[in-house]
DNA sequence: GACATATCTTACCAAAAGGTATGTACCTTA
DNA sequence: TAAGGTACATACCTTTTGGTAAGATATGTC
């Protein structure tokens, strides 16, 4: 059932059956991982550049470290986000968004922006 | 420190303290409904407009019905979905994005979009 | 009277996410 | 000798999330 007339102006991928991501599929699970609490926080935070270790912990206020290791580690094998580490010491790490990152980020960027601009108004429950 | 000249294309709301959104800031908040698991997906199953539950439940493939109900009671508190009820029987429910909600959902469909089309190049590790 | 329908709600339990605290490595500075 | 800086790893425990199954509802249908 369904064969709505487009009238609206946002569109899904037009070979996704009937607007329906399967629950199994390979997409949700990227999703899970680029809307993840964490997830937006950090690449959001690479968004204006590298950043190291120390500053990614204050840009994404309130991680612990176990949760940074975690979120930059599945982001790296995700290719969103490069690593550059430098063999000194102390231990000099810079992070950083690859192409790929870069691009998901141009998406990321306006939605935080729309929450940050909405929040207020959302929670005090009236437009 | 910081005072970088822009390299980058996409920008952060431009009051922001230095990229940092604060721990208990309420954008943080509303980022956690809006990118939650089934909050993205109810909101892109809503952007081809009006659905009732029977059909939200199969398009946010994979949702219990606990998670549905709670999820559409935030979204509508947030003021992103608007539930509208017929008093019959059985009961009809029909559930549609509110204006600020599809101004919400412009935003998160190219996000799903890129994720869908990226998918299977990120899990297989490569680009 | 039993059953089906559609939209939920609730109680209970398992799984996942996440915090805290501690440890490691190596060099520098006091 | 001792303490501190930097980027982590790990074990343990709590909190949150989420699934399953059952029940509620009010009617019409067999």
Redesign the pocket.
């Known amino acids: 059932m369904s064969m709505e007339t487009d009238t609206l102006p946002v569109h899904l991928p037009p070979d996704l059956a009937d607007g329906v991501f399967p629950a199994g599929c390979p997409s949700r699970t990227v999703l899970d991982h680029i809307t993840?609490?964490?997830g937006v926080l950090v690449l959001v935070a690479l968004t204006e550049g590298e950043h190291?270790?120390?500053e990614l912990r204050r840009r994404a206020d309130?991680?612990?470290?176990?949760?940074l290791?975690q979120t930059l580690?599945t982001l790296e094998r995700d290719g969103l986000v490069l690593?550059k580490?430098q063999p000194v010491?102390?231990?000099?790490?810079d992070y950083s968004l690859t192409d790929r990152g870069q691009e998901l980020s141009a998406l990321l960027v306006p939605l935080v922006t729309w929450a940050y601009d909405n929040a207020d108004s959302i929670l005090k429950g009236q437009r």
Do not use: C, H, T
């Not at 309130?62 to 949760?67: L, N, V």
């Open positions: 993840s609490k964490w190291r270790w120390s309130g991680i612990s470290e176990k949760m290791a580690k690593r580490s010491i102390p231990p000099r790490v």
